[in-house]
């Protein structure tokens, strides 16, 4: 048992944590009275899937599925709703939202939980921008329901009534970090490994001779860009490079970059939003390259979900957003640590 999740079922630690659970409450509640004035329909997806989700760095738990015919078949807790709610907009769904369980592996921090709430909502027809104002639209209204008049977390505060800063990536390295990204990237968006760790040894930072572009991006993005995000407003980060937007399609004006924005509250990610891919062909591509890199960085793979790959083919366009519940429940109650909005910890 972690010293996080100990003894929370003791009632001098429940009566501690109590108040920041029944703001947890009352915050769902208020999110879900949102979508439904929005002509937003609620839906549930199934948590065991035949695929968590394909990205490098995300990592799940595996169980098997017995049939009648006492045959195991592998599946997963999924990562995230993703895969089943872009079905659900295949099927002809057109504003779909939901408030899903989900589970990942290798993550347990003050803002991270093995088992989590993934908020997710769907626009079909709609563009990524207008997500932008969803997210703006949802911190007034969480800050509302905590009776906040600023967000605190970690010595940074935000006014969750501003405008959130809108800021690409290309410029967040330029102001933080000093390095022209986009140079670093061929017009295909690939990325030139030597050209950013040049960039970065010039920036100050450690470069390791195994570091890939990808490894360099991350490192840069972690240490010198996210402390600066979220503070005095939200930030939304947007306009990633497209190696790093997996599941996003590429802007109209330039294919180095994605459609992809994340939404920053002192210093922590809250969100992550796409202009989703429905190109199936592509998105294969994408799917191969990230389970060969997983393979080569931590010796597994997860399998295609040929069913997602079927459906989108006939998702209209659309766009979609990731948001952390708890973490928005952590600014809206002022917890410090996940586990104080959490009902039931894992332990």
């Known amino acids: ?7 929370w079922w003791r009632p001098s630690a429940h009566e501690d944590r109590r108040p920041f659970l029944l703001g947890r409450n009352r915050l769902m509640a208020a999110l879900r009275a949102f979508f439904a004035a929005r ?3 609620e839906v549930d997806t199934a948590i065991l899937q035949v695929s968590p989700g394909n990205e490098t760095h995300l990592h ?8 009648p015919d006492l045959v195991p078949h592998r599946r997963f807790l999924h990562t995230s709703p993703e895969f089943a ?11 779909i939202f939901t408030a899903a369980r989900v589970f990942r592996n290798r993550e347990r921090t003050a803002t991270h939980h093995p088992e989590f709430t993934m908020l997710e909502w769907y626009r079909a027809g709609e563009r990524y921008e207008t997500l932008m104002a969803d997210c703006a639209a949802l911190l007034a209204l969480a800050a509302e329901t905590g009776g906040r008049r600023l967000f605190s977390h970690g010595g940074l505060t935000a006014d969750p009534h501003a405008e959130p800063e809108r800021l ?9 970090a000093g390095i022209d990204l986009l140079a670093t990237l061929d017009e295909d968006g690939a990325g030139d490994r030597d050209a950013l760790a040049a960039a970065a040894r010039q920036a100050g930072l450690r470069v390791a001779a195994d570091d890939t572009w990808s490894d360099l991006y991350s490192g840069i993005l972690v240490q010198s860009i996210e402390p600066h995000l979220g503070q005095g407003r939200a930030t939304i980060l ?9 599941l996003a399609r590429r802007t109209a004006h330039d294919p180095r970059v994605a459609e992809r924005f994340e939404l920053y509250v002192c210093g922590v990610e809250l969100a992550n939003a796409f202009g989703e891919l429905t190109d199936a062909a592509e998105q294969r591509r994408r799917f191969e390259a990230e389970m060969a890199e997983k393979q080569r960085i931590y010796g597994e793979r997860y399998p295609i979900d040929e069913d997602f790959l079927a459906a989108l083919a006939i998702m209209p366009e659309a766009s979609g957003i990731a948001l952390g519940f708890e973490r ?7 917890a410090s640590r996940i586990e104080q909005v959490v009902w039931t910890p894992v332990a």
């Open 168 to 176: 690409t990536v290309a410029e967040a390295f330029a102001r933080f």
């Open 1 to 7: 048992m972690t010293d996080q999740s100990a003894a």
């Open 39 to 41: 002509d937003f329909v």
């Open 238 to 246: 947007y306009e990633y490079p497209s190696a790093e937007a997996a």
């Open 328 to 334: 928005l429940a952590m600014l809206a109650t002022g």
């Open 85 to 95: 709610c872009k079905k659900l907009l295949a099927a002809g769904e057109r504003r």
């Open 60 to 67: 799940a738990f595996a169980t098997d599925l017995i049939g």
